[in-house]
């Protein structure tokens, strides 16, 4: 029996996706769960695995086109079945929705434009190239690959992309990457229907770092600044479990795990990875794991369960300078901290001003599932974990 393949809806944000790289032709024979093509959601690359065995025997999308989601890409089936019903839904070579950039073109139509490539000759790239240059709006038909056999690589379309970027005249539209597509439909459906508070501290840092430098002093991992702030929330948070909560529509649905959502700066956006359980793990643990979430972030390599689902949500903007901001919430959680730079500043201490160490927390509330009071003392709980913080190098008791 046939298997129609479609562009999948890899997460509740995804609307539509970019087909990088057929991993196979028509006419190849296919397994099922082998590898068929590479893709690019709103959020990473992923691949895309085949359901049923058979043979390749349509392909409906070129290299490089945006699709949305729920359409017809490809027909698997037997060599001599015939296909026709599984094309009946009247989709053809031109299922792509053709909203990709127009800078962006497909490998296939990149080869045709005038660039000293001779017309029809395929341009040699890697998926991630692909994808980079899509985002950036560079025509991988006017590069020079630097790669094996000249193959173009991501570095190329990088120092291209500066250049293109520099390029670009006042008043030119640059066309929105999917993750930015992304961002501006969540960021829209949060902080219209939401009714968001906020609340601010002012933490004393001194003890904190004292805490870091003695990781630094040891052959443990070094933890950073976010990974001190991920132990100290989920200390905060294990005791006080009414802001590990979410609105429902109908119920505020409490969570037993805490799993904490890092926002992770990209060029044309922001991911958050999730750090799961972090009420059961050690700092050294959570350094560890965070590190390597953030590192596969920056390259577009997280599944969507890597990324969503997050209970509590930590944004760091301290290592830019920035003094205070405000988060938006994303759903489903009802409180997310927004974190500064830890500062030089005069402290009044016993009626003597003294230099310390000070960093600006806001936490952002959902105000349908929390109220003031409830917010107040979670941060006075985080704000006095990181005041005193030998707990941070506590072990987990597991229960």
């Known amino acids: 029996m046939a298997s129609r393949v479609v562009m999948p809806k890899l997460t509740d944000t995804m609307e539509e996706g970019v087909l990088l790289a057929w991993k196979k032709h028509e006419g190849d024979p296919v397994h099922a769960g082998e590898v068929i ?22 392909v409906l999308v070129h290299d490089g086109e945006t699709v949305q989601s729920g359409k017809l890409i490809a027909v698997i089936a037997e060599a001599d079945e015939d296909i026709a019903s599984a094309l009946s839904d009247g989709v053809t070579a031109a299922a792509s929705t053709g909203t990709g950039p127009k800078s962006a073109p497909s490998t296939d139509a990149a080869a045709s434009v005038s660039s000293g490539r001779p017309r029809g000759e395929r341009v040699l790239a890697s998926p991630r190239a692909k994808a980079l240059a899509a985002e950036r709006g560079v025509e991988l038909s006017t590069l020079t690959g630097t790669g094996p056999g000249g193959r173009i690589v991501e570095d190329d379309v990088t120092a291209a992309s500066a250049s293109v970027a520099h390029a670009l005249p006042a008043g030119t539209d640059q066309p929105l990457s999917q993750m930015r597509k992304a961002i501006a ?9 939401v009714p968001h508070f906020y609340l601010t501290v002012d933490i004393d840092m001194e003890q ?15 933890p950073s600044i976010t990974d001190v702030l991920i132990k100290a929330a989920a200390l905060a948070l294990k005791r006080h479990p009414e802001i590990n909560v979410s609105f429902t529509g109908e119920a505020i649905r409490r969570y037993t795990q805490i799993d904490i959502g890092v926002a992770v700066g990209m060029d044309d956006g922001l991911i958050a990875p ?8 050690t700092l050294a643990e959570i350094s560890v794991e965070t590190k390597q979430l953030i590192e596969r972030a920056r390259h577009k390599r ?9 209970t509590f949500a930590i944004s760091n903007l301290g290592m830019f300078d920035v003094d205070q901001f405000i988060a938006l919430l994303m759903p489903p959680q009802a409180a997310s901290i927004a974190v500064g730079a830890i500062r030089d500043v005069p402290v009044v201490s016993r009626g003597a001003v003294v230099a310390g160490r000070r960093m600006k927390v806001t936490l952002s509330c959902d105000h349908r599932a929390l109220d003031g009071l409830m917010g107040a003392q979670f941060l006075k709980e985080f704000k006095r974990v990181l005041e005193h913080p030998e707990e941070l190098l506590t072990p987990v008791v597991t229960p």
């Open 37 to 58: 093509a590479e893709i690019e959601t709103d959020k990473a690359v992923m691949d895309l695995e085949a359901f049923a065995p058979g043979v390749l025997r349509k």
């Open 185 to 193: 439909r969540s960021t829209v459906q949060s902080k219209a229907p």
């Open 208 to 222: 904190a770092e004292r805490v870091r430098d003695e990781f630094k002093q040891s052959r443990q991992p070094h």
């Open 274 to 281: 999730v750090v799961r359980n972090c009420g059961g793990k």
């Open 302 to 310: 997280l599944s969507p369960q890597e990324y969503t689902g997050a």
